[in-house]
């Protein structure tokens, strides 16, 4: 295609594939529907390619930087996320799970980005100091 859509759908594509992902999936972890994940992988004209909202969401849930479609249409290669520079975000697959520990809330500090975890980090620091209060 004269404007590269095919080959950031067969980008987007392998690395879903890469990453074990189903579409299905990488709906779920980007909040862009399946259909659009299709659509975009086909791919095929309309508005899944104009929708501003939805190549950012599909890059970020694959892991790299807002603008990897872009890098990718010009024969760049697309830039892994500042927060996760070993990769993308971990599947609840690939976590190692203890007895009691929720995997999907492990799949989401994975995710988060540097902020987020900064605010997690100061609610736990509070949990902590609660417990050491009352023990």
Known sequence: MPDGREV???A???????LGWSQAELAARSGISVGTIQSIERPKEGKSWDNPRSLPAIEKALGWETGAAERI???LEPILRR??????????AQVPVGSGIDPE???EIASATPDELQRVRGFLAGLKASRNQNA
């Open 105 to 107: 809330l492990l799949v």
């Open 73 to 75: 249409r010009n024969g």
């Open 83 to 92: 927060e996760d520079p070993e990769g993308p975000p971990l599947s609840s």
């Open 8 to 10: 950031v759908a067969e």
């Open 12 to 18: 987007f594509r392998g690395r879903r594939d890469d």
